[in-house]
């Protein structure tokens, strides 16, 4: 007796539909991401960064916010009376109030954004971190100061990170350059639309890496800028001297976290 071809009947394909393929979409989307959020391409800052008609570019910098794991990290160095309502949350709200009262051209967190021994996962307390500054979908760059990488990522890939997030103009180093440390790069700021600079970088801000704690003759002291970095920064000085046809390029002091 020969049986009868098996056929797909409705129903089945139902059940594939239904069942079969979202579980198998669903294991290789755990196999090939983690479990994490889908993959999304960086929302990036318009580049070059340029003055305003009226000659202005605003730079809000922020400094030492030691930020840890959000609310669970308690303040330092406050009344009795504070302590039990600061938290790392307060800085995060300061920093939005100060953003959406000063409307910055740019946010430069100039070192330990983190804290180490604070900051139980470093990815997780840079995003806490910066998100007032995503948010607000303003250009925004980092440096790290020494505290940034006692946490759970070395210096490399807390640079490395910082500058795939949303609205970083950061860069690990600088193209075509050997320099110590990570974190060395220059942003160029272009004159209004307009007007004859439209095209020229009339100011040049410079990012540093001053390094982490090292030890000098048997005692533990901070790190300093290195012969490479200087180098890096007086040729790149020159070029755009004279690329822009004698205008004055200002170079932006780094400041570094202790």
Known sequence: MRRRPWRRTFFVDLFLLLFIVPLVLFVLRVAFTGGDAEVRVKRSAELPLRFSSDGGFKILQVADMH??????????????????????????????RMIEAEKPDLIAFTGDNIFGASATDAAESLFKVFRPAMESRTPWAAILGNHDQESTMTREELMSFISLMDYSVSQVNPSGFVVDGYGNYDIRVHG?????????????????????????????TYGWIRDSQLTWLHTISEELQVSSSGTFILPYPHSRGS
Not at 195 to 219: I, P
């Open 67 to 96: 930020y840890g794991n959000g609310l669970v990290t308690r303040c330092r160095d406050v009344l009795p009376t504070e302590a039990a309502r600061c938290s790392d949350l307060n800085s995060t709200l300061f920093l939005k």
């Open 192 to 220: 209004a639309w307009g007007s004859g600079l439209a095209n020229t970088s009339v100011l040049n801000l410079y990012f540093l890496d001053s390094g982490d704690r090292v030890m000098v003759s048997g005692v533990r």
